[in-house]
């Protein structure tokens, strides 16, 4: 699923909770990282929870390619909207990506605590921050 076909699902659901599930499944979907991609450096501070992320390009040079995990559900589904947002985008079209944007437009920061709401912003920032290194 492409970041627009999740905004058109979750704006079209009706409450918290049928968002909080669909988020959940689309955690589900998210493949595994291998316990060897869990290095301290994939690790995102600033998030509650474990996070790891490890972005690199195409073998081309070109596209983002980012995989992510994480030690709890419901930031694998977070995760998967932000994957969602920047794979396979150009660097510099990843720069004029707001995805933390994104999540407000959804609905979806209100609902979550602040330590959440944080960790959202913490893993963008990291995104943001490695793109800036292939420039």
């Not at 991609?37 to 690790?43: G, S």
């Not at 932000?82 to 959804?106: Q, R, S």
């Not at 979550?112 to 420039?135: C, D, H, T, Y």
Request: aromatic fraction near 6%; charged fraction near 25%; proline fraction near 4%.
């Amino acid at each position: 699923m492409d970041i627009t076909q999740i905004q058109n699902r979750l704006n079209s659901l009706s409450g918290w909770q049928a968002k909080y599930r669909e988020i959940m499944m689309l955690g589900k979907k998210l493949p595994a990282l291998p316990e060897a991609l869990k290095t301290p450096d994939a690790l995102v501070q600033g998030c509650e929870s474990n996070v790891w992320l490890h972005l690199d390009l195409d073998e081309n040079q070109e596209r983002l390619v980012l995989i992510a995990d994480s030690d709890t559900r419901i930031v694998k589904g977070l995760l998967a909207i932000i994957l969602a947002t920047y794979n396979n985008l150009l660097p510099h079209e990843a720069k004029e990506v707001d995805a933390y944007e994104l999540f407000e437009e959804m609905g979806l920061i209100k609902h979550l605590s602040p330590s959440r709401g944080n960790g959202v912003k913490a893993i963008i920032e990291r995104i943001k921050a490695q793109v800036n290194a292939f420039q």
